[in-house]
């Protein structure tokens, strides 16, 4: 409980940009890959976006490539999605994740969730 903790939600207007941070426990971390995933009002939860470690290898669900990047500190036990031109539809709660990369298929493996926070994008 309480390994990973989210923040930067808010509410921006359509084509504007949020940025997300997580800040996770070394217990978390380890060497785990860490990602993003997101729910919108009842729909079920999706993968957005995770990298492996080294950070050689990222992932990002196709509906948010070319607008959203991920990246990872590890000396600071961080992880960040920067989600620019952003869409009604990206409205949703935000999840930070830790585990395992998924092979040949843009996934995450989750062992650690945060507690969400919530992204509203305004027509």
């Known amino acids: 409980q309480g390994q990973l903790v989210e923040s930067g939600g808010g509410s921006v207007q359509a084509g504007g940009s949020l940025t997300l941070s997580c800040v996770g426990s070394?217990?978390?971390?380890?060497?785990?890959?860490m990602g993003w995933f997101r729910q919108a009002p009842g729909k079920e939860r999706e993968f957005v976006a995770a990298?492996?470690?080294?950070?050689?290898?990222?992932y990002y669900t196709d509906s948010v490539k070319g607008r959203f990047t991920i990246s990872r500190d590890n000396a600071k036990s961080t992880v960040t999605l920067q989600m620019n031109s952003l869409k009604p539809e990206d409205t949703a709660v935000y999840y930070c994740a830790a585990g395992w990369l998924k092979t040949n298929v843009p996934d995450l493996s989750v062992d650690y969730w945060g507690q969400g926070t919530q992204v509203t994008v305004s027509a």
């Open positions: 070394p217990s978390a971390l380890g060497s785990r890959a």
């Open positions: 990298l492996n470690w080294s950070s050689r290898t990222k």
